[in-house]
């Protein structure tokens, strides 16, 4: 399973972005995938995942109510849409996929994409 994750880019405090996980093959029916991040420094932090059969979504506190994560099973793609961006968001994004069923803990990922660069200025 390969996953390219797409979409950061440099945007200003309080816009937004979409980042979008491509998954190489019809995994998302059988696969939890997972946003996390990673700021220069700092620890992964996790950022959202969804389920794979009953589309069950849960956030980490300090994106909840801001993003929201989606998926679309046609096109292998899950989404990351991202509202009122602040600066403290600014860090490497990564998708993720695995087959135990959504977590916050990124060992219960086998599969993950190569990241993509959010930067919030303010």
């Known amino acids: 399973v390969q996953l390219q994750a797409s979409g950061g880019g440099l945007v200003q405090a309080g816009g937004s972005l979409r980042l979008s996980c491509v998954s190489s093959?019809?995994?998302?029916?059988?696969?939890?995938v997972a946003w996390f991040r990673q700021a220069p420094g700092k620890d992964r932090e996790f950022v959202a995942t969804?389920?794979?059969?009953?589309?069950?979504?849960y956030y980490g506190n300090s994106v909840k109510g801001r993003f929201t994560i989606s998926k679309d099973n046609d096109k292998n793609t899950v989404y990351l849409q991202m509202n009122s961006l602040k600066p403290e968001d600014t860090a490497n994004y990564y998708c993720?996929?695995?087959?135990?069923?959504?977590?916050?803990?990124?060992?219960?990922?086998?599969?993950w994409g190569q990241g993509t660069e959010v930067t919030v200025s303010s």
């Open positions: 993720a996929a695995g087959s135990r069923g959504p977590s916050a803990w990124s060992d219960n990922y086998d599969y």
């Open positions: 093959r019809s995994t998302l029916t059988r696969y939890a």
């Open positions: 969804i389920s794979w059969n009953d589309d069950r979504t």
